[in-house]
């Protein structure tokens, strides 16, 4: 290895003729790409194979044509290079026996452009919106497969009246068809193979599974009684809606695409395989059953992710606004007591040190009477800054800040229970917060005669129970202390419970995970 | 004797107590605990008032790293909040600073660092 280091960089022309033969291979095409075209080729032949097969596709249109969605869902996922491999699976899809061969190439260019220009188009999408998780997305993803698709309804058609297959007359008809057909190949798969491509995998509890095989049960079940003429195709609506909100983008696509085999399989087993020509007005129904039941669910899907997005923003700037307004709150109390107080405190002491040098009683009595005042004003002062930010945990620690509390209380306040280990100085806060707010509110509120407090910790977390017996009926209503208290209890993984029957009273109990040392 | 407060106007108004007090004299002042652990293994004070909010959450730990530049200091915590304990050392509310109170506190100082009688320089 070294030796050959050694010859390469002494040895300039041996290191080019080394060099010579790989480059006589393109650098884009390589092992994996090769294979990618195989495989694309492959998937695209065997959709249109399956279409022939169970006869909703015709060698000129199709009530679903797949091959589109399976192609632009490839390129769209892997990159536009891969085009080859829908170019060669169209070629080998075409069916020459029923078309003449100049119009078969005509066609393949056109599906062929037609994958291309809606994997651009999603491409260039998702560059700036998800595809499936926003409306904006579902939009632009929309666009590129009706833009896609009338490449081809448009090139197919024309080529094939050329080659003399079809008459010019027949045009506009046979490419109406062809766009639903191959729209409603692409909005079948292109979406499911996005949902599905993504990470992270597919993790179903037996709970979430079970619900998901009844939601396949009730799609499966509706789709085939719909087929076969019952009842009204639109029953599945309210399931597939359900489907969205519950399982999401893959949970959807997929729904869309069983619902639609099950319909499609249905019409095809009554009205016999579709052939070329065969537009019976069941064909068109069909189509628009498709593609409404897929916009539908898209759209659905694309408004459910959306809330649910923003109400995950919502909630994160909640808590960023409240440890905002936490650290302001530290930092006055920090400013109090530095600045304020400081300056009070020296006050008091010089103010001590001139009143032994105080010789007449009216003097004297100044000097009394305003170090009272000062040391109240001090004291005011302390109180205001601990009850800013809970300082007064770190000194005196949550059962005697507890007791502080209940001592200062107008009404009688009862300590129950007090945690006799400390536990970490954040849970600590919160459960101090929670006290001083529900008393405040009790206090306030309730006409109670006589409070509770109990305050327990255990491994894992600190448990605080507030109980009065005033009037009851509290609600936590916007910018309540009570919703307050909620928001700073949950906002440290808590639980936050509130019982306020009118007339007996109100309980509230919070668990606050705690580290307890 | 040593004076240390992180607040210059509290600092000032003790400078004034330690000067009002008989056979107390200030030697220096300083505004942290490292400065003021430094001046006393210079300058080998016989007391030092420090302030606890400059400290760690356990003040005895100032104390030990007083004794271990300067052994003779006594050391005197003084606190603007109402704290249960001092740790090792005595402690004095800052309300309560006063000529009385320190001489008072330097009277009950333990036998072993009792050289000087009438006061600490």
Known sequence: MLRYLDVTVVDGPDRVALRGPAATVPAWLTLSRLWGWVLLALLYYGSARFGYAFGFSGPIAAIVWLPVGV???????????FWPGALIGDLLADQYSAIPVWGAVGQTIGNLLEVVVI????????????????????????????????????????????????????????????????TCGGLLVVPLALAWSRRPRLQLKPRRALEAFAAVAVIGGL????????????????????VAIRFGARGATTAVFFSVAVVVWGETDRHGHFAVNSFA???????????????????????????????????????????????????MERDLHDGAQQRLLALAVRLGLNAREATTPTLQRFFAETQGQLRQAIDELRDLSHGIHPSVLSELGLADAARSLAGRSPIPVTLMELPTQPADPDSQAAAYYVLTETLANAQKHSGASAIRIRVRSDDASLSVTVEDNGIGGARESVGSGLMGTRQRVESRGGSFALESPSGVGTRITAVIPARVS | MLVADDSPVFLEAAVAVVEATPGFAVAATCRSEA????????????????????????????????????????????????????????????????PAALAELWGQRPASSRECSTGPA
């Open chain 1, 71 to 81: 192609g632009a869902a490839f390129l769209t996922i892997g990159g536009l290079s």
């Open chain 1, 119 to 182: 994997a651009f188009v999603v491409r260039q999408v998702m560059r700036r919106w998800s595809p499936l998780e926003s409306l904006r997305g579902v939009a632009g993803m929309l666009a590129g497969i009706c833009a896609g698709t009338a490449v081809s309804a448009i090139v197919g058609p024309l080529s094939l009246t050329a080659s003399g297959a079809l008459s010019i007359g027949s045009v506009p008809h046979v490419s109406w068809t062809w766009w639903l057909g191959d």
């Open chain 1, 223 to 242: 789709s085939w009684i719909a087929a076969r003429g019952v009842t009204p195709a639109y029953l599945v609506f309210p399931i597939l809606a359900i």
């Open chain 1, 281 to 331: 007005p069941s064909v068109l129904k069909t189509q628009f059953f498709i593609l409404v039941l897929a916009m539908s669910s898209l759209l659905m899907t694309a408004l459910v992710a959306e809330r649910g997005a923003a109400l995950r923003e919502m909630r994160a700037s909640e808590i960023r606004a409240f440890t905002a307004a936490e650290a302001e709150r530290r930092r």
């Open chain 2, 35 to 98: 400065r003021a652990v430094e001046l006393a293994g210079e300058l080998r004070p016989d007391l030092a008032l420090l302030d606890e909010s400059m400290s760690g959450p356990d003040p005895s730990e100032a104390a030990a790293a007083f004794a271990a530049v300067s052994p003779e200091t006594y050391v005197i915590l003084v606190s603007a909040d109402p704290r249960p304990f001092g740790g090792t050392s005595p402690l004095v509310s800052k309300e309560q600073l006063s």
